[in-house]
């Protein structure tokens, strides 16, 4: 009975993997990719026991096997898989091939090429293997091939992996690769390219809003990107392109920390914890467990930690979208987009998976879902995100209305109150008023307060007919501060000046206002030229004689001014400012740190 099961379940695996049989060589001909899927044969060392002179002895005895199917997906295997095809290169001025493995993830890959004269070259990649021993520097193993023409080169390639056993294999010439990687770079760049815009973009929104349901986004998008970036090849060749155990610890541990972040945004974004507890704990649970899956796989073997971590993601985003669901019938708007993403992002992770445990066959869809699906969820999430928090302020605004309508119904019953409100409401506008004409960095008056008080003194002279003169102030060689002591010493100057022209100008009736960066401006009603000159000429040496102490070290400060005297009677905020500022730029001219008034009186 035993010996009669054992036989049918023999027959199965032989049915299953194809007949074995000699395999016809592939002759090259065209500039063109060739993948080997359909022609090359294989074999499992299920021991991983054989050599080369084995594998090529059984070769050449026709003992492997064609790949089940056309696909060179096998899912998570132990042991070795040899591949066999014998190459005859038609192309004379084409020498030189590539063999490219595209699947970034296995561990070791060892490449014979036995020549008609017996010899046998070999050559060695994976991600066990330091990257700088590849031919290209490329996220795949990649192999040079020196084919003569016209004859016959056996090809063996050698794959050992804890990862998934997929050996896509594919040759090129130089200049065919050239124009492939072309566009597949492309397509990558734009990719990760939509990542970056979503993490600064989402990034400035957390800094600006502090809304933990950012933070757990910019942890959940960045984490996947790296994943990706792992999965693809490009931690091994950008990050630790020597280190093996970090190439097999880094996918594990990124897609638990995507999946911490994934859970932990999605609690906060359906405001679990308040609207349904019981979910709340299951969210934290999961995210327990991927915490622990993350610090194991520093430990656990690669085979043990990722197959696992792969199972998770699609527990963790069916866990997900049943909350989404919970909460949606529960009349939570908000989660309309959320389970839409999470739709997007489940049936591009499910390709995924599926792919790496050979249950479907690599195309455009199960190379790239991933890709695709996280793209659209990552956007989709943003969008979700950012229509949670205009809820979130329509209903803010929904409640102040609806009390100050009930402010209004009580105002009768709370006259007393209400005019205590209102004189402290008086209190709060003068002060409003007040930090809305000052500049908040040096306190003095910003600018648009300076062109209401200049226009006032320039009405008013109209009626007294005393001048009224202006000073425009510019501290020299501010940038050179600010790029040699940074821009808190640069702010600390500014305020130095600040308080320094105050202190020479407020006693004479006049007002100081920062004009802009380090530019400041004054206004001194009933000043002739003289007068004004002699006022500039206090301040210019207020300013140089006022060092600026930086952690025991004295930064000295120099100042132009150029000074005008409205005396005209069409005298205009505009005119004024200009001539002011074209007495400026003399005074700059004139080697700086010097006043200059300007000519002409209008």
Not at 568 to 595: F, M, Q, S
């Amino acid at each position: 009975m035993l010996q009669a099961w054992l036989l049918v379940v023999a027959i199965a695996l032989l049915s299953t993997a194809g007949p074995a049989r000699a395999v016809e060589p592939l002759r090259l001909a065209g500039e063109r990719a060739i993948p080997l899927n359909d022609v090359i044969a294989y074999r499992h060392d299920v021991y991983a026991s054989d050599g080369a002179t084995d594998a090529f002895a059984q070769a050449r005895a026709g003992r492997l096997s064609p790949l089940p199917g056309g696909s060179p997906n096998f899912g998570f295997q132990k042991g070795a898989y040899w591949f066999y095809l014998p190459l005859v290169n038609m192309q004379r001025d084409e020498p030189r091939w590539l063999l490219v493995q595209q699947y970034a993830l296995s561990d070791q890959l060892d490449v014979y090429l036995r020549y008609p004269d017996g010899h046998v070259e070999h050559h060695a990649s994976g991600d066990h293997v330091p990257f700088n021993s590849r031919y290209i520097r490329y996220r795949h193993p990649n192999f040079r091939l020196d084919l003569p023409h016209g004859e016959q080169v056996e090809l063996l390639v050698r794959v050992q992996s804890q990862s998934s056993m997929q050996v896509p294999l594919v040759l090129y010439t130089p200049r065919t690769f050239t124009e492939v990687m072309r566009d597949a770079q492309f397509s990558t760049g734009l990719y990760y390219g939509i990542v970056l815009a979503l993490l600064f973009y989402n990034l400035v929104l957390w800094l600006m809003l502090r809304d933990s349901g950012y933070f757990w986004y910019l942890l959940h998008t960045g984490a996947f990107g790296l994943v990706l970036f792992t999965l693809n090849g490009y931690g091994f060749e950008y990050f630790w392109p020597n280190s093996a155990w970090l190439a097999d610890a880094s996918v594990p541990l990124s897609i638990c920390l995507a999946l911490i972040g994934m859970q932990l945004f999605t609690r906060s974004f359906l405001e679990l914890q308040e609207r349904w507890p019981r979910g709340n704990l299951v969210s934290l649970g999961v995210t327990g467990f991927f915490v622990v899956l993350g610090i194991a796989s520093f430990w656990l073997p690669y085979g043990t930690a990722t197959p696992l971590a792969s199972r998770a993601v699609l527990v963790s985003v069916v866990w997900i979208m049943v909350a989404t669901v919970v909460m949606l019938r529960r009349g939570y708007k908000p989660a309309k987009l959320l389970l839409l993403a999470w739709s997007l992002f489940l049936a591009g992770t499910t390709a995924f998976t599926l792919l790496a445990f050979g249950v479907v066959p690599p195309n455009f869809w199960t190379l790239n879902g991933v890709q695709i699906g996280s793209a659209l969820e990552m956007l989709l999430l943003s969008l979700a995100l950012g229509s949670r928090y205009a809820g979130l302020r329509n209903e803010n605004i929904r409640i102040v209305t609806e009390n100050n309508e009930r402010l209004e119904r009580s105002v009768i019953d709370r006259t007393r109150q209400l005019r205590t409100a209102m004189a402290q409401l008086g209190e709060a506008n003068v002060q409003l008023r007040e930090y809305s004409q000052r500049d908040p960095l040096t306190g003095v008056y910003n600018r648009r307060h300076f062109r209401e008080a200049l226009s006032q003194a320039l009405e008013l002279r109209g009626t007294n007919g005393q001048p009224v003169a202006l000073l425009l102030l510019d501290l020299d060689h501010f940038k050179r501060i600010n790029d040699t002591h940074g821009h808190l010493v640069g702010d600390d100057c500014l305020n130095v000046a600040a308080r320094c022209i105050e202190d020479v100008v407020q006693p004479r009736g006049g007002i100081v206002a920062r004009f802009g960066g380090e530019e400041f401006v004054a206004v001194l009603p009933g000043l002739d030229a003289q007068q004004a000159l002699q006022v500039a000429e206090a301040v210019r040496l207020r300013i140089q004689q006022t060092p600026v102490d930086n952690e025991g070290r004295n930064i000295r400060l120099s100042a132009s001014i150029g000074v005008h005297t409205a005396t005209g009677e069409r005298a205009t905020p505009e005119d004024a400012i200009r001539l002011a500022d074209e007495a400026l730029y003399r005074a700059k001219d004139d080697g700086r740190n010097c006043v200059r008034h300007s000519v002409s009186l209008v």
